[in-house]
């Protein structure tokens, strides 16, 4: 629900009852989405149901009543900056892993199926963020995880925090922890006193 869209990303449209309008688009470099009818519609920073509300109301004058559906189909890489106690602070560039074998997943997957055949998507995590700017330093407060996300434009834009104990990751498992990855995260290990 909070994936913001992006240039790069494909989506499935479908207009119920019209197959001419619906398709796989893909976004454009300039953030827009070309649609029959409409042209060129703005959907970067916008999530998937905002895109849908606002194409839907474009649509309004050429049909009636439409009744629009949208899923992803394939996900941009997205770009985060890894900063703080980390070994190689830096940014980074990520991506999702496509699982085609319906082996088991973490939590932060997202099934998409289309003509029976079925695919899992594996969101890149906190921990693989951390794990390709080379892991930790000795310094490291693995206790006091910062991230620092964009919120979407339909919401206002600007930023969220959170705090997280990455170490109860390590140490009991505890995935809540170990978050998916937007574009644009800022992830920041905090620094210790004392040497690991």
Do not use: C
């Not at 409409?38 to 998937?48: F, I, N, Q, S, Y």
């Not at 973490?106 to 289309?114: E, G, K, Q, R």
């Amino acid at each position: 629900e909070d994936y913001i869209l992006g240039a790069g990303d494909v989506i499935f449209i479908e207009i119920e009852n019209i197959i001419e309008f619906s398709g796989n688009f893909e976004i454009g470099p300039t953030g827009s989405v070309y649609l029959p009818r409409l042209r060129a519609v703005k959907a970067e920073g916008l999530t998937v149901d905002e895109f849908r509300q606002k194409i839907t109301q474009e649509y309004l004058q050429y049909l009636k009543n439409p009744q629009i559906f949208i899923r992803p189909i394939s996900f941009r890489p997205i770009r985060v900056y890894v900063g703080g106690e980390v070994s190689r602070p830096g940014f980074y560039t990520l991506t999702g892993v496509l699982n085609t074998n319906n082996n088991l997943l973490p939590s932060n997957d997202l099934t998409i199926s289309d003509n029976n055949a079925s695919a899992s998507v594996v969101f890149p995590t906190v921990f693989d963020a951390i794990q390709i700017s080379r892991g930790v330093t000795a310094y490291s407060d693995l206790s006091e995880v910062t991230i620092i996300r964009k919120i979407s434009l339909g919401k206002g834009g600007g930023r969220k925090k959170a705090d997280l104990n990455f170490l109860s990751l390590l140490t009991e498992g505890d995935e809540s922890q170990n978050i998916r990855l937007f574009d644009d995260d800022i992830i920041q290990v905090k620094k210790s006193d004392e040497i690991l």
